[in-house]
T-cell receptor, first 116, second 111 residues
Framework: GAVVSQHPSWVICKSGTSVKIECRSL??????MFWYRQFPKQSLMLMAT?????????EQGVEKDKFLINHASLTLSTLTVTSAHPEDSSFYIC????????????FGPGTRLTVL | GDSVTQMEGPVTLSEEAFLTINCTYT??????LFWYVQYPGEGLQLLLK?????DKGSNKGFEATYRKETTSFHLEKGSVQVSDSAVYFC??????????FGTGTSLTVIP
């Protein structure tokens, strides 16, 4: 149980285009999902917290207009990187916290974004 | 503020060696403590957790004990295998949204 999927697993795009990444909780409902960014050989940096049916909460320094987050249902959150640039190339990981369980987060497999 | 400090890697061990990865934390309140493992090219997988002082989390031969007096949650395994090669992250949360991760420790086990 507690499986989180991400799609796509990797994507290559041209500079200036937008990319959408999906995060799904497959066998549980997640009222809260989280988006992280991981640079090579570094730890995860929380970008934003996504609550179903409400606006995402962004961490300091994260541009909300560049990283659009939508959490339209209890099993799906999307991250759209708008007007992507090479510096946005990174590994993006989502996690989900099951309703009623406040501590454990279950992580998706990650999405490798490369912007040319 | 809240944070996690874990030993820097990389760590290289021979198969069947004993593993210890140190982790200490600073936190407000009474956090839950976690170890996550990340295999190459993959996301994080929950390895084990402990939610209160003196609890021992264990899974796949790995163990870690929640030590409140030393604010530590060291990861141990008695006999590592090549398949244990991965990056290990210590983390804590106090039940809110914020998870605090260590910087990760890369482990390579050689045959």
């Amino acid at each position: 149980g507690a499986v989180v999927s991400q799609h796509p697993s990797w994507v290559i795009c041209k500079s200036g285009t937008s990319v959408k990444i999906e995060c799904r909780s497959l066998d549980f409902q997640a009222t809260t999902m989280f988006w992280y960014r991981q640079f090579p050989k570094q730890s995860l940096m929380l970008m934003a917290t996504s609550n179903e049916g409400s606006k995402a909460t962004y961490e300091q320094g994260v541009e909300k207009d560049k990283f659009l987050i939508n959490h339209a249902s209890l099993t799906l959150s999307t991250l759209t990187v708008t007007s992507a640039h090479p510096e946005d190339s990174s590994f993006y990981i989502c996690s989900a916290r099951a309703s009623g369980f406040t501590d454990t987060q279950y992580f998706g497999p990650g999405t490798r974004l490369t912007v040319l | 503020g809240d944070s996690v400090t874990q030993m820097e890697g990389p760590v290289t061990l021979s198969e069947e060696a004993f593993l210890t990865i140190n982790c200490t934390y600073t936190a407000t309140g009474y956090p839950s403590l976690f170890w996550y493992v990340q295999y190459p090219g993959e996301g994080l997988q929950l390895l084990l957790k402990a939610t209160k002082a003196d609890d021992k989390g264990s899974n796949k031969g790995f163990e870690a004990t929640y030590r409140k007096e030393t604010t530590s949650f060291h990861l141990e395994k008695g006999s590592v295998q090549v398949s244990d090669s991965a990056v290990y992250f210590c983390a804590h949360t106090s039940g809110g949204n914020q998870f605090y991760f260590g910087t990760g420790t890369s482990l390579t086990v050689i045959p």
